[in-house]
């Protein structure tokens, strides 16, 4: 199974790579966040064509999240103990596979600046939510991969300049150990299982040439419960996306699972 996430910075903007993305790399299932489009605007017979079945859960201009399967999934629209929330921000889906049912999360994570606003409070009980939620999801006893944009800067080795970002909510203490809860609830992060190297990113700004001064941040994850982390074989980062055309300043992190 081959588990991708990306945040595309709007379906419509980006539709000629995500499709090509779809056919070059096929994914069994890509998680997507920032869609910022309602249901009935994304772009669903595209893609559809290509074989994949298609659940949304959007929101006009901004947020968004879809998931993309190769095989019928059933769906939960927002985030459980939280469905009161006006931004469309998470999906989960039971997907069918060969090996019994995998459980995918499609998260876009708030940013949550500037940090001494309700902005940073809604992140924080964003996160609180998703913490709880997970845990429930562990009981389950299932492979699980809660995957996307979590707006959330692990460690120093995941940033080009942890002092420029140091008062940023995605990399506060706070959002850290937040972050970390999740971890200590027994997911494992894809990615730091199969390598320690630093200076490996998903997102890049447009501005100041940051994607050519290679000044990235690795902000998109993808979480594994135990069930899942013993099937991981490999984590890539399809970095070269950036560098193509019509890019989003995110790009594809996805794992394979056997």
Known sequence: MRIATWNVN?????????????REVAPDVL???EIKCEDKAFPRAEIEDLGYNVETHGQKTFNGVAILSKTPIEVVRGLPKFEHDPQARYIEAVVSTDHGALRVASIYLPNGNPPDTEKYTYKLAFMDCLIAHAA???ALEEPVVLAGDYNVIPAAGDVHDPKAWAGDALFLPQTRAK??????LGY??????STDATGLYTFWDYQAGAWQKNNGIRIDHLLLSPQAADRLQSVTIDKELRAGPKPSDHVPIRCELE
């Open 10 to 22: 709007s379906i419509r903007q980006r539709l000629e790579p995500l499709t090509a993305y779809l």
């Open 31 to 33: 998680c997507l966040q």
């Open 136 to 138: 429930s999801l562990l």
């Open 179 to 184: 972050f970390q809860e999740l971890l200590n």
């Open 188 to 193: 494992t992060e894809a990615l730091r299982a």
